[in-house]
Every structure is written in C-alpha cells, then in structure tokens.
C-alpha cells in the first residue's frame, strides 16, 4: 500500500487559525479528564521536537472534565461537560481546540466525534474566541482513513466492554479492526502509570497480517510514545496513537507541517514530501 496521507478539507472541518499568531507562536487549547496525566506530557513534548525543527513554538492551556473511573457512566457525565470546558479553555483565545479523551466520545456510538467536535465548536464561538476543533476520536479514525488504512490492529487499556465499543467505533469507520489486546485496568490513574516500554512486546503479539497500520494506544491517557518510532521500526508497519493522531490534526488546523522526529512517520513529514514528488 502507497502510505500517503492526504485529506481533503471538506472530510475534516477544521478552520484556519487567527492571523495574530500564524508567524511565530501558537496556542493549543486542551479539554482533558479529570485524571489525566499522559496528554499534558505527550503533547507538550511533540510540539517541543517540533518548534526546534521549525522554530515555531507553541503553549498549551487546558481545561478538565471529572473523570475517574474508566466506566460508561463517567464517561458519559464527562461528555456532557464539553461545552462548558470549551468555553473555559477558549477564554485563552486559542488557535485549537482539542478534546482530548478518545473513549469518552468512543462510548456514545459510531460518528459521535461530530457531535463533540460541533459542541465544543459552538461553544467557543459562542464565547467570542472561535478556533478549529479536533477530537482525539475523531482525529484517530480520520486518519486512518486518510492513510488508506483498511485493516489495522489495536493495543487499548481498557476493559473488555470499552475495547469492544472502540473496536466496532473504528469499524464504524470503515476500518477492520483484525487483533486487538486489551489491558482490563479500569482506574484512569494507573492507565497513565503503565509502562510504554512494555509496548513492544505487546504489539509482537497481535496478528500483523495483513494489516495497514498499528494503533499502539487507543487511548490518549496510554502513554505510548516512547515506544512509536520502536515498534514501527521493529514491525515495518506504520504505527499511530490517539496522541499522535491529535498532534497530526492539531498541526494541520494551524496550517503547518508536522517535523517530529521520533514519533512515527505520520509526525515525520516524510508524508508530505513523498506526497509531493
């Protein structure tokens, strides 16, 4: 398969940043859980690689939503709270807005990232400080679409119940989802305590035939990052997360190019140039 991401703008509705800081900084409005300790850390650390390969720097500035147990119940309580955290985070006049619990949006059915995503849109517009919005749910099944991912094979904490309605969610997609390994640890605290270099030998043991892409972590509170660039190297399959999915869509509301090293080919750039030739 021909790995190019390329997607076209009426698939993903995602407006230009102000023109304030499009030259030399931007900033990056969060709404997380409660108890999240992996997407204030990840994110932080892409978009570091990022300003030293562009010299563009970014801030981040984040709003949090209750959420302590991994539970259809809490999950759904979180969601109601969109619109609120919205408005906060975008007191912050910020150029995006990413909402940053996958399995949240995950839990309310197939395409529910585009009620999320036009929530937290309104919102913030409401407010007087419109900005681009992405979802880490959303932005994880867009790009596997627009990486012309058919078949993939997933790694989640979750329990059973969460593994399966994210798996039928990317079904919903268009994605078959053909192995998954689910953790079973409930506690959001300890999903953000699990060790990433035990991913790779996690990822070795899914059924990789056949497959277009790994996701490592269906999960933005997973961390999973310091094994990415390992993993894809080791299997020679491209390798996404939640967060690096977020990152990609976050990137591409500002109008910039993604030069991460280390996080994958997706952050790479190496898309856009061989997409280009």
């Known amino acids: 398969m021909s790995w190019e991401v390329a997607v076209n703008a009426s698939e993903m509705q995602l407006q230009q940043p102000s023109a304030a800081r499009k030259t030399g900084s931007s900033r990056i409005g969060l709404i997380v859980p ?36 991994v539970t259809p119940e809490e999950l759904a309580a979180m969601v109601a709270k969109a619109g609120e955290c919205a408005t906060a985070v975008s007191d912050a006049d910020v150029d995006v807005i990413a909402y940053a619990c996958l399995v949240a949006v995950m839990a309310q059915g197939p395409g529910a990232h585009e009620g999320s995503e036009e929530v937290i849109t309104n919102a913030a517009a409401g407010n007087g400080h419109p900005a681009p919005v992405t ?114 869509e976050i990137l591409r509301a500002l109008g910039q190019e993604p030069a991460i090293p280390g996080a994958g080919r997706l952050l790479s750039g190496l898309l856009a140039r061989s997409a280009a030739t």
Not at 46 to 58: D, I, K, L, N, V
Not at 221 to 247: F, K, N, R, Y
């Open 34 to 69: 409660s108890s999240n300790t992996t997407m204030e850390t990840e994110l932080p650390e892409m978009f570091r690689r990022q300003s030293e390969a562009t010299g563009h720097s970014y801030t981040f500035h984040a709003a949090r939503a209750t959420l302590k147990s």
């Open 135 to 248: 979802s880490s749910a959303g932005a994880l099944v867009r790009t596997l679409q627009a990486m012309g991912a058919r078949k993939v094979a997933m790694v989640t904490p979750y329990l059973p119940e969460l593994t399966k309605m994210v798996a039928d969610y990317i079904e919903g997609a268009g994605v078959e989802v053909k192995d998954v390994i689910g953790l079973e640890v409930a506690d959001n605290l300890e999903v953000g305590r699990l060790d990433p270099s035990k991913l790779p030998v996690i990822a070795a043991r899914l059924n990789h035939t056949g497959i277009d892409a790994l996701v490592l972590s269906a999960c933005v509170q997973m961390p999973s990052l310091a094994a990415v660039q390992e993993v894809e190297d080791e299997l020679g399959i491209p390798v996404v997360t939640a967060a690096t999915a977020t990152t990609y």
